[in-house]
């Protein structure tokens, strides 16, 4: 089955310690977004590919990073995580016209 | 600024009862996307219906269906024949035709009662 998958499901890092999350997809999808997800909350973007165009939300700290090397995969960088960093990390993807499918998320906690 | 708003932040209905979320939003676009979310606990993020504001026809997915007032700038969700399974948070989220920003509500969390 298409689908999006995200490595790891849970992350645990230290305070400090760069971290890096990986999303791929099947969906042949040509936009692919990153958002984070705190406790009963609404995703927040962070930034999306349009293709190789990168998009970033204004309020994305600049801790935040990400790459897409090619259509398939997608990763998150966070250089130098903070406890208030600790979160669910949600993967999703899209057609230019349609709706978004979304990965596992990735769990991270942050010691 | 396109903004998403749920004003029930919890919910809770009987087991093969019905319901409807609420949800409004606020665009001055003409052409757009509205979409109702589900995420259980712990569980994946899924796509439960979708609504292209160029149609009148209120879309229906089994069970779930939606009440579109496109001047009222509002996208109602009704869960029929309410099922455990139904318990998740449900979000509302917008999108523009020409964009690929997903603006997202607060969600409501929807509790079902056996």
């Known amino acids: 089955d298409a689908m999006v998958i995200q490595n790891p499901r849970y992350q645990v890092t230290q305070f400090g310690k760069p971290v890096t999350l990986s999303c791929s997809q099947t969906?042949?999808?040509?936009?692919m977004y990153w958002y984070q997800q705190k406790s009963s909350q609404a995703p927040k973007l962070l930034f999306h590919y349009y293709d190789k165009d990168f998009n970033n939300e204004a309020d994305t700290p600049d801790n935040f990073q990400s790459r897409r090397p090619n259509t398939s995969f997608c990763f998150l960088d966070i250089r130098s995580p903070g406890l208030g960093d600790a979160a669910m990390y949600l993967c999703?993807?899209?057609?230019?016209?349609?709706?978004?499918?979304f990965g596992p998320g990735t769990r991270l906690t942050v010691t | 600024a396109q903004t998403v708003t749920q004003s029930q932040p919890e919910m809770s209905v009987q087991e093969a009862e019905t319901v409807t979320l609420s949800c409004t939003y606020d665009t001055s676009e003409s052409d757009y996307y509205l979409f109702w979310y589900k995420q259980p606990p712990s569980r994946q993020m899924i796509l439960v219906i979708r609504q292209e504001a160029y149609k009148q026809q209120n879309a229906t997915e089994n069970r779930f269906s939606v009440n579109f007032q496109k001047a009222a700038k509002s996208f109602s969700l009704k869960i029929s024949d309410s099922q455990l399974g139904d318990a998740a948070m449900y979000f509302c989220a917008y999108k523009r035709a020409n964009g690929q920003n997903f603006v997202f509500g607060p969600g409501t969390r929807l509790s079902v009662l056996p």
């Open positions: 969906l042949n999808h040509n936009v």
């Open positions: 999703a993807t899209s057609r230019t016209f349609g709706e978004q499918y």
